[in-house]
């Protein structure tokens, strides 16, 4: 079995409706080609003996490394509040949830692409209160679209990895009947917090 790690990036910003394996729009933009080379050049490697799955990884959330302690220690400077305009959609993962969907696949005949993100994405700024909720920080200051660009030139980066709505669904892998641990990002939050 091949298991190759895409992401949830691929599909365009979306705000108005989520999307799906089978509905889901693709977007424009640097990240988003990536994304569409990698899957084509996985897929066009001949593996005839081989059970191939990809899987549309949204943002990790876990305590040793990646984008959560880094939104952590934003809420502990006291600037945990939204990004942006915060309505953007966090598509997001347990990092258990994450190692149990791959030990799902090695169990179950399934190949394919799938999204591997919680069935519940969060907007931003409920995402940031909760963060700090748990953590018993009262406020967090925005950060506005031009700060952030700031922030992303001086870091190498770009503000989309932090501004781009990602609705994402797990639709072939709920209707598959994977079961996640975690389906809310609030009790994702709570139990990192409990496992730090």
Known sequence: MWINITSATIYRHAEDKPQDEMNGDFGNGFSVEVCKVWEKTFWEIPAPQTRKVALRLGIVLGNSDGVFPRLLNLVKLGIGGKQGNGNQFVAWIHELDTARCTEWFL??????????????????????????????????????????????????????????????????????????EFSKAEDAVEALYKNK
């Open 107 to 180: 169990n179950n005949n399934e190949n394919g692409t799938f999204n591997c993100t919680a069935p519940e994405p969060i907007q931003n700024i409920y995402l940031m209160r909760a963060i700090r909720n748990t953590y018993n920080i009262p406020f967090g200051f925005p950060a506005p679209e031009w700060l952030l660009a700031i922030g992303a030139f001086f870091i190498g980066t770009e503000p989309e990895l932090i501004l781009k709505s990602r609705w994402v669904i797990p639709k072939k892998l709920l209707d598959a009947g994977f079961n996640f």
